[in-house]
């Protein structure tokens, strides 16, 4: 089968009721007898990407090898894993499918207690990515929750907390506060840090006895406060509602290198692997043609409100914007923010994905899996492209964007 085939199977062919296998996912593990490096865990409702890449490059600017594992891609499933900032290339994708299949078939079919989930599975491949490499760090995205997710495994020994809101309210729990006590439970007896932004009260109280509970008193979260000055030059941070990610994702490295007992780069050094980085899809700008891309996975009125401020300032008008928000993102927010900005929604081919809610009676609908560069560069000058992060991805697939190579240490 396909290289990327071996991280959906199990997932595909899963029944109604029948959940992910944190002790399948174990007993992988255990069967290809990885040798692991230190992990530095990225948990969060939004900003988790962002957080770990700029962990990342944080830390290959201090001399380490550093494997990133993040998901959903962009254009690439290889993009899901990278070693110092550049994805796995096909080959060694190849090659480590393989001995996860293999080691797939020894544990035999999924048993009632679940299946394999592909996050499971990428993150496998990213530890023996790191293997191969030798790796000094992984740097680790989790899917859903932190708890209940495979990351918890991994036994991090620094968690980055990104922002905590009512995202996959009823899965994670109930109200926000169940789904932050859920996340902050990533942390175990081998955390040693655990950095997070600053949330709401309610939020950071709960964080921080969870962090309290699981760690039996030893850890103590540390808060940043983006803009305080404390973090990396306002002109190596991106613009936008990244930002705050991006100086968290510094100061969980700068934790992470305290555990290991490594120096930090010299500022000199840091500025300049920070320079280099670069964000699809977090208002990052492409031209086609006579057409001008501002593409963000905004997912929310806020993140939308963002986007069309930004779009304000670098453009002198927006002419067009491209979206795509499935029922459970904010499509009321983005309805009362585009207002009359002419609008195109495009839906998106998988399954699981609903998109009933009503939408205004002037807006375009489009199937996503059939846009072209045509269709895009016909919208007019300055098109603004919002949503979900399947959908951005495949708006920079259409465009042909570089997405290999996030930042040069």
Same mark, same amino acid.
């Given at each position: 089968m396909p #290289? $990327?085939? =071996? $991280? $959906? #199977?199990?997932? @595909? /062919?899963? @029944?109604? &009721? !029948?959940?992910?296998? /944190? #002790?399948r996912a174990l007993d992988l593990r255990r069967e290809l007898d990885i040798s692991e490096p230190p992990v530095l865990g990225v948990v969060g409702s939004k900003g988790k990407g962002t957080t770990a890449t700029y962990a990342s490059a944080c830390l290959a600017a201090a001399g380490l090898n550093v494997v990133t594992v993040t998901g959903p891609s962009f254009r690439s499933h290889r993009e899901r894993v990278r070693f110092n900032g550049v994805a796995i290339d096909e080959a060694a994708l190849d090659e480590i499918a393989q001995r996860i299949e293999k080691a797939r078939e020894r544990l035999g079919p999924p048993s009632e207690d679940g299946y394999l989930s592909p996050n499971a599975l990428f993150m496998t491949a990213g530890l023996l990515e790191a293997e191969r490499r030798g790796a000094d760090v992984c740097v680790v995205e989790a899917g859903i929750g932190g708890h209940r997710d495979e990351l918890r495994l991994l036994e991090p020994r620094v968690v980055a907390m990104a922002k905590v809101f009512a995202e996959h309210v009823g899965l994670l729990g109930d109200t926000v506060a169940e789904i932050a006590w859920e996340k902050a439970r990533v942390a175990g007896e081998r955390t040693e840090g655990f950095v997070r932004l600053a949330q709401t009260e309610e939020v950071a109280e709960v964080v921080d006895r969870a962090v309290a509970e699981v760690t039996s008193g030893r850890v103590r979260p540390d808060v940043v406060r983006p803009g305080s000055g404390q973090g990396p030059a306002p002109e190596v941070l991106p613009p936008g509602l990244s930002a705050a990610s991006a100086e /968290? &994702?510094?100061?969980?490295?700068?934790r992470m290198l305290a555990v290991l007992g490594q120096e930090p780069a010299s500022p000199e050094r840091l500025h300049g692997v920070l320079s280099s980085l670069r964000l699809p899809a977090r208002l990052s700008r492409h031209t086609v043609g006579g =057409?001008? /891309?501002? *593409?963000? #996975?905004? *997912?929310? @009125? =806020? &993140? *939308?409100q963002v986007a069309l401020e930004h779009a304000r300032r670098v453009w002198p008008r927006v002419d067009h914007a491209l979206i795509c928000f499935p029922d459970h993102k904010d499509v009321d927010g983005a309805i009362a923010e585009l207002g009359s900005i002419p609008v195109t929604f495009a839906r998106l081919p998988e399954e699981h994905l609903r998109f009933e809610h009503d939408r205004p009676a002037a807006w375009n609908v489009i199937e996503a899996a059939a846009l072209t560069q045509a269709d895009i560069t016909a919208l007019g000058e300055h098109v603004l492209v919002l949503g979900t992060v !399947? $959908? =951005?991805g495949r708006v920079l697939d259409v465009i042909d964007a570089e997405t290999e190579r996030l930042f040069s240490a």
């Open positions: #290289s $990327f085939e =071996t $991280f $959906f #199977s199990e997932w @595909r /062919l899963k @029944r109604q &009721g !029948y959940h992910r296998s /944190l #002790s /968290l &994702g510094c100061a969980a490295a700068e =057409t001008e /891309l501002l *593409i963000d #996975s905004a *997912i929310n @009125r =806020t &993140g *939308i !399947y $959908f =951005t």
